[in-house]
């Protein structure tokens, strides 16, 4: 793995209780992204940050903040937790001259 | 609206026979084409990439070939092996900045012994 935790791993929360995931590099990269993984979508694009402090809304971005307050930290949190955002999150980092971007071993969230 | 799709969400070869993974595009931005296989519990592995500038990338087992007139792109492993199953994306990503990502649905390869 290229350097990338995620944490935690697994998570089970209640309906309408914020959760923040946290994502953290040791690899010095510029770029930092949220994804979320779904039966039948694939990854889509939550939020990206270009870099400190710099973020920026994804494909499906409604219900989520994040947080880039390092450049080796990048936190997604949800604001009130919906059984919508069950799901896979995965934390990916790239670098501009580098083609491919590199994930996290993602985390699994139940809202219940 | 998909941008990426992958149209087959399952595909089972037999052991040592090329495995063909198929994806179609519709943004014509695109510049830069990658898949990514991923086993359960586990993030996605970058496998191969192409950019819209070439036709073929080879590595290994690995070819992917890409089509920019029908906009679509073809994964070959040959000789596929057990280890190859897993579900395998298609992914696309803009010129413009950020690098940022679009995926395909996925397709599961199974190769059975």
């Known amino acids: 793995d290229a350097g990338i935790t995620q944490s935690p791993r697994h998570k089970v929360t209640e309906t309408g209780t914020p959760v923040t995931l946290r994502c953290h590099q040791t690899?010095?990269?510029?770029?930092m992204y949220w994804y979320r993984q779904d039966p039948g979508h694939g990854l889509r694009l939550i939020h990206y940050?270009?870099?400190?402090?710099?973020?920026d809304k994804g494909e499906v971005s409604d219900g989520y903040s994040v947080s880039r307050s390092k450049t080796e930290d990048f936190l997604l949190t949800l604001e009130s937790a919906t059984s919508s955002q069950t799901s896979v999150y995965f934390c990916?980092?790239?670098?501009?001259?580098?083609?491919?971007?590199?994930f996290g071993q993602g985390t699994r969230l139940t809202v219940v | 609206d998909q941008q990426v799709k992958q149209n087959s969400p399952s595909l089972s070869v037999q052991e040592g026979r090329i495995s063909i993974l198929n994806c179609d595009y519709t943004?014509?931005?695109?510049?830069?084409f990658l898949w990514y296989k991923k086993y359960p519990a586990e993030g996605p592995t970058f496998l191969i990439s192409?950019?819209?500038?070439?036709d073929k990338n080879e590595d290994g087992r690995f070819t992917v070939f890409l089509n920019k007139s029908a906009k679509h792109l073809s994964l070959h492993i040959v000789p596929s092996q057990p280890g190859d199953s897993a579900v395998y994306f298609c992914?696309?990503?803009?010129?413009?900045?950020?690098?940022?990502?679009?995926f395909g649905q996925g397709t599961r390869l199974t190769i059975n012994p």
């Open positions: 990916a980092i790239s670098e501009p001259d580098r083609e491919a971007a590199f």
């Open positions: 690899e010095n990269h510029r770029y």
């Open positions: 940050s270009y870099g400190v402090k710099d973020t």
């Open positions: 943004n014509s931005m695109f510049d830069y």
């Open positions: 192409i950019s819209s500038i070439k």
């Open positions: 992914a696309a990503r803009t010129i413009q900045g950020a690098q940022k990502l679009v």
